[in-house]
């Protein structure tokens, strides 16, 4: 592929002498801070284990299960401890600078958008900025904050009520966490239009405008996109710049926060403050390089509690697809749809983060085998995909929803509804402390769901019939705990009470508790600060005795129980 390819026997050379290779290459690759390589893994026996390792040095952008061919960035920061391990790799022209810049501008001489164009960084902003000046009652434009580079990263906000707070479910789009697959950026982008332009005429669309609280951001890594300058994508990396990968430096359900050892990002910390402040039922992260909608878990092999559903919506995806585009597009692993784990594990994705963390439905859809196609051919991606995002986005509007109020005063409440016997790996959700409003997606079939929420008796609707293409309507009144001992059951169970070893905390409700164990004259032997739901304290250096343990939960409710320790 082109004129990077440097010879195995040259690398060798290199490495021996103990020069630093990186500085080897030439100075357009240097100034870029990654580097695109392909390689094959050693053996076919130790696969997983192989691409566990990889991960922690390189960010692997692709796996061929049958020939073992990985395709992978490698980081100015990571490219010794990656030489050291020693594949034998070749160097590939960045899939950015494969085409010319002609290939990829705007033809300034046709005055019309007939979206065939990857818009610069002015044009992006400009139309962004049309959209919400164009729409003014149903968009708005919101930037959640700066880039490292300084480039706003931006949102357009769609709904028939966006200047007040709804019970309508909250839906995302974003794309090009990657800065150099660049499908999604201008099929997001396009999206808007279709939306804004359509509503009132088209019924599809009205529909999802008037039900639902849309989000698209079509850029979230501007500094990586805009690498080779502002006025083109051309020269565009994966990375930021940082010459961090951005979709792994998100807190990782397996490996917990920075599993790629890198700091998180400025644009890492704006979406995880943005994604907090937001009630995101279900979101979509575009990427290119393959063609397949990549559904949870990205990090464990251990499937969603919802996998059901999840098949059932990325089908459907691909499904919609393969009715209107070529027989050859969409048809990567499972006919276009894959488990993550299953094609290749990745650690601080951002699909497994909003998953896992968020209560959100976040799938990684790779909408073109090339990160960057001629964008000649944008039209087409667009024909090819255009129902199936309006597919998705609908499905935003099915499950079990309603709203959680106070019995007695009728206020609403955040409560956390749980569907019994199905929900692990915090799949449950919570309705939204704004307005009360849940959304819980799910397969077809028969549920038992309880909701609760602190300072409320739980309550359990035993047999909740959830329909695909249905929305089943089900308001759940909790009632006030009032009496102090009832209180002080629901809170937390400590147990064994008389201890000895340990004693256990199952708290009753999330959030963060402040655990005390305090002695019979008042002296704190030891706290503790969780947000886990369980707590287990030693006792081993505890003298026999009577204590009390102090528990203060986030919203400031405390109580305090006597414990025997023996
Ligand atoms: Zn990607």
Redesign the pocket.
């Known amino acids: 592929m082109k004129n990077y390819t440097i010879s195995f026997i040259l690398l060798i050379a290199l490495f021996i002498s103990a020069i630093n290779v990186y500085s080897q290459f030439p100075d357009e690759l240097i100034a870029r801070k990654e580097i695109f390589v392909e390689f094959n893994l050693n053996s076919a026996t130790d696969t997983k284990a192989q691409l566990e390792k990889l991960n922690k040095v390189i960010s692997i952008?692709d796996f061929d299960i049958e020939d073992l061919r990985v395709e992978a960035y490698v980081s100015i920061n990571k490219y010794d401890e990656f030489n050291e391990l020693g594949y034998n790799y070749k160097l590939l022209t960045p899939p950015s600078m494969l085409l010319s810049r002609a290939d990829l501008d705007k033809d300034e001489s046709k005055g019309v958008n007939e979206w065939d164009y990857y818009p610069n960084w002015q044009q992006y902003n400009d139309m962004m900025q049309q959209f919400a000046d164009g729409y003014p009652t149903i968009c708005e434009l919101i930037s959640i904050g700066q880039s490292a580079e300084g480039r706003d990263i931006l949102f357009l906000h769609i709904g028939d009520s966006i200047d007040t707070e709804t019970n309508e479910p909250e839906f995302m789009y974003t794309s090009?966490?990657?800065g150099d697959?660049l499908t999604g950026y201008v099929l997001t982008l396009r999206l808007a239009d279709y939306l804004l332009s359509n509503y009132g005429n088209d019924e599809r669309v009205t529909n999802l405008v008037d039900n639902v609280d849309i989000w698209i951001n079509p850029m979230a890594n501007p500094d990586g996109t805009f690498a080779g300058g502002n006025n083109s994508v051309y020269g565009a990396t994966?990375f930021n710049s940082n010459g961090v990968d951005m979709?792994r430096n998100y807190p990782d359900p397996e490996d917990g926060p920075h599993p790629d050892g890198n700091a998180y990002q400025q644009a890492t910390t704006l979406f995880m403050n943005f994604a907090s402040e937001r009630d995101f039922v279900m979101s979509a992260n575009f990427?290119?390089?393959a063609e397949v909608i990549n559904y949870p878990w990205d990090t464990w092999s251990k499937l969603s509690a919802d996998d059901d559903w999840w098949y059932f919506v990325s089908r459907e995806y691909a499904d919609t697809v393969h009715q209107y585009a070529p027989a050859y597009y969409m048809r990567d692993l499972d006919n276009g749809v894959t488990n993550g784990y299953q094609w290749y594990s990745i650690s601080g994705g951002r699909q497994d983060y909003m998953n896992y963390y968020q209560h959100c439905r976040e799938v990684?859809a790779?909408i073109s085998s090339t990160?960057l196609p001629s964008a000649s051919q944008l039209p087409d991606f667009w024909n090819w995909n255009y129902r199936s995002l309006l597919n998705y986005m609908e499905q935003v509007l099915y499950g079990v929803r309603g709203l959680v109020t106070n019995a007695s005063n009728g206020n609403t409440i955040k409560a956390k509804v749980f569907a019994n016997s199905h929900d692990f790996d915090e799949s449950y959700v919570y309705s939204t402390a704004s307005n009360g409003n849940y959304q819980r997606l799910l397969k077809s079939g028969l549920y038992s769901l309880t909701f609760s929420a602190l300072g409320y008796y739980d309550k359990t609707v035993p047999m909740v019939a959830a329909i695909d293409y249905g929305t089943t309507i089900l308001n759940v009144q909790l009632e006030p705990i009032t009496s102090i001992v009832d209180a002080k059951k629901v809170f937390a169970r400590v147990y064994p009470n008389p201890a000895s070893q340990y004693v256990k905390l199952d708290f009753a409700h999330d959030g963060e508790h402040t655990v005390q164990l305090i002695d019979i004259q008042g002296k704190v032997i030891s706290e503790f600060l969780t947000s886990e739901t369980q707590l287990q304290i030693p006792l081993d250096n505890v003298s026999p005795g009577k204590y009390l343990i102090s528990i203060k939960a986030f919203s400031g409710d405390s109580f305090v129980v006597n414990l025997v320790v023996n």
Do not use: L
């Open positions: 952008s090009s966490i990657h697959e994966r979709n990427h290119g390089g990684t790779e990160k």
